[in-house]
């Protein structure tokens, strides 16, 4: 069993920039891909990031050149940095793990993820 605690959402400005924190249990972290979803009001969940056990990244395209996921695997913790924020980056941000994918690879298929943080809502404003 895998626990995920997300943190640092908030309220910023459009142009601004926060710092998203997902603080997992488990002694097999490093093992672990691990994404970043957003789930905004009338929406479909979306895939943001994800980052494999060996650090490779992806993004949606949406995202990319604008936020940057990272790992440090002795805190067990995945962040999310995300820098020039808009109005339609606004939703509640999911942190999951997929424990059984290959050390190499990480997807943006949000089935493949088994555990799930609470959320972290994130508004940005105009």
């Known amino acids: 069993q895998v626990q995920l605690v997300e943190s640092g959402g908030g309220l910023v400005q459009a142009g601004g920039s926060l710092r998203l924190s997902c603080a997992a249990s488990?002694?097999?972290?490093?093992?672990?891909?691990m994404g970043w979803f957003r789930h905004a009001p009338g929406k479909e969940r979306e895939f943001v990031a994800a980052?494999?056990?060996?650090?490779?990244?992806y993004y949606a395209d949406s995202v990319k050149g604008r936020f940057a996921i990272s790992r440090d695997n002795a805190k067990n913790t995945v962040y999310l940095q995300m820098n020039s924020l808009s109005p339609e980056d606004t939703a509640v941000y999911y942190c999951?793990?997929?424990?059984?994918?290959?050390?190499?690879?990480?997807?943006?298929?949000?089935?493949?993820?088994?555990?799930w943080g609470q959320g972290t809502q994130v508004t940005v404003s105009s």
């Open positions: 488990g002694r097999a972290f490093s093992r672990y891909a």
């Open positions: 999951a793990a997929d424990t059984t994918i290959s050390l190499y690879m990480a997807t943006a298929y949000y089935r493949e993820y088994e555990y």
């Open positions: 980052i494999s056990g060996s650090s490779r990244q």
